[in-house]
Nanobody, 124 residues
Framework: HVQLVESRGGSVRTGGSTTLSCIYSGIPHTLYCLYWYRQAPGKAREVVAQVEPDGTLSYNNFVRDRFTVSKDNSRSALYLRMNGLEPEDSGEYLC???????????????????WGRGTQVTVS
C-alpha cells in the first residue's frame, strides 16, 4: 500500500523559509497525483499544492508565489519549498497521494486516498 513519510517541520521566523520533504512508496502506477495539504488548529484541511501525473503543478491561491512544489522521481520524494512564511501559514502539513487520469492531452486527479502522518510547522 501507499506510504508517505514527511520530514520534520519545525519553527520558523516570520518572513523565513523552510523546505518540507515527503518520501513515498508503494505508488501502484504512474497515474498518481501527489499533494501537500495543511491544517491549522480549528480550521479545515486545505490543499496547498498538487502535482498531476504529467507533472503539472497547481497551488492554492493563498500561496501567492511564495511556495514551490517539486518532485524527484529518482528519490521517490516530494518537496515543498516555502518562502515568506507568515504566522497564518502555521499548521500541520501533510503529504498525500491519490489516483489520477490521463485524457491524452492532459491529466487530472481524482482525489486523495492516502495520507502521511503530517508534520508541524510553526511560524512566529
Amino acid at each position: 500500500h501507499v506510504q508517505l513519510v514527511e520530514s520534520r517541520g519545525g519553527s520558523v521566523r516570520t518572513g523565513g523559509s523552510t523546505t518540507l520533504s515527503c518520501i513515498y512508496s508503494g505508488i501502484p502506477h504512474t497515474l498518481y497525483c501527489l499533494y501537500w495539504y495543511r491544517q491549522a488548529p480549528g480550521k479545515a484541511r486545505e490543499v496547498v499544492a498538487q502535482v498531476e501525473p504529467d507533472g503539472t503543478l497547481s497551488y492554492n491561491n493563498f500561496v501567492r508565489d511564495r511556495f514551490t512544489v517539486s518532485k524527484d522521481n529518482s528519490r521517490s520524494a516530494l518537496y515543498l519549498r516555502m518562502n515568506g512564511l507568515e504566522p497564518e501559514d502555521s499548521g500541520e502539513y501533510l503529504c498525500a497521494a491519490g489516483p489520477g487520469y490521463d485524457l491524452g492531452t492532459s491529466t487530472g486527479c481524482y482525489g486523495v486516498d492516502s495520507w502521511g502522518r503530517g508534520t508541524q510547522v510553526t511560524v512566529s
